[in-house]
């Protein structure tokens, strides 16, 4: 199973608004400034609150239409709910206003890879990593386009170069695995896929891919253990469940 992240395929961008990130509740009533409309939208973003998020973003864009802060975490919202096309309007709005931003050129490589526009993701992740080559997202979604793509050299590269940036970030450990998975390296993946559960012991695709790999390699009762810890995880999960019990009943 080869995953993007949630919890790390967002930037929020800070490009002019550090300054406003306090605590406090956001207000549910109409503000007057656009500075509050951002402040609110970014902390009901943090709550998964999305279409108080949009509101409050939209609302500040009718005080500042041009504010690239504000178009780049309204394209943010908009990806997080699944409009993609509309988020990467919203992104490129917000580049051809505030020129180059390592910020917005990641969002915008994020937003094509989704899109399945592998080729362009690329163009525009090695543009924001040239600008910040610490941008570790960016090497990450490089780095799923060229899987997608099928060149395995290049996305192992990237990977490493993510962690080298963010030893744990796990979400890279698990993808760096599924390649050494495909070139046939199935120790190496392990001890990959291990790395993303130090990093994140709840990472459901990392004890999927663990256990789909050793019910490929027959070690049945291994495959149980690790569908057990998505299912631990995960109750809900139909695919685990079944393949948890298709590895028990082989379990000797």
Same mark, same amino acid.
């Given at each position: ?26 207000? $549910?009533?109409?503000?007057? +400034? ?16 999305? $279409? ?16 690239? #802060? ?12 699944? $409009? ?13 206003? +505030?020129?180059?931003? +390592? ?64 030893? #744990? ?53 291994? #495959? ?10 995960? #109750?809900? $999960? ?15």
């Amino acid at each position: 199973m080869f995953i993007h992240p949630a919890e790390y395929k967002i930037l929020l961008c800070t490009l002019t608004f550090a300054v406003l990130f306090q605590s406090g509740s956001a207000s $549910d009533g109409m503000n007057e +400034s656009y500075e509050q409309w951002f402040k609110d939208g970014m902390q009901f973003y943090q709550e998964g609150r999305l $279409d108080k998020a949009q509101d409050a973003y939209e609302h500040g864009l009718a005080f500042e239409p041009d504010n690239p #802060s504000l178009l780049n975490n309204l394209g943010n919202v908009l990806s997080d709910k699944g $409009d993609n096309i509309a988020a990467l309007a919203r992104y490129e709005q917000a580049l051809a206003i +505030s020129g180059d931003d +390592s910020i917005i050129l990641g969002n915008i490589g994020r937003t094509l890879f989704l899109l399945g526009e592998y080729e362009e993701a690329i163009k525009m992740c090695n543009n924001a990593i040239k600008l910040d080559p610490e941008n570790s997202i960016a090497w990450y979604y490089a780095a799923t386009a060229y899987y997608e793509l099928n060149r395995y050299d290049e996305s192992i590269d990237y990977f490493h170069k993510a962690l080298n940036i963010n030893q #744990s970030f796990a979400l890279a450990w698990n993808n760096l695995g599924n390649v050494h998975v495909l070139r046939g390296e199935y120790n190496k993946a392990f001890m990959l896929y291990n790395k993303a559960l130090e990093s994140d012991r709840n990472l459901t695709q990392a004890w999927y891919n663990v256990g789909s790999l050793f019910f490929a390699l027959e070690r049945y009762c291994e #495959s149980a253990k690790a569908f057990e810890e998505v299912v631990r995880i995960k #109750s809900d $999960d139909i695919d685990a469940l079944a393949r948890l019990n298709a590895a028990l009943e082989l379990c000797a």
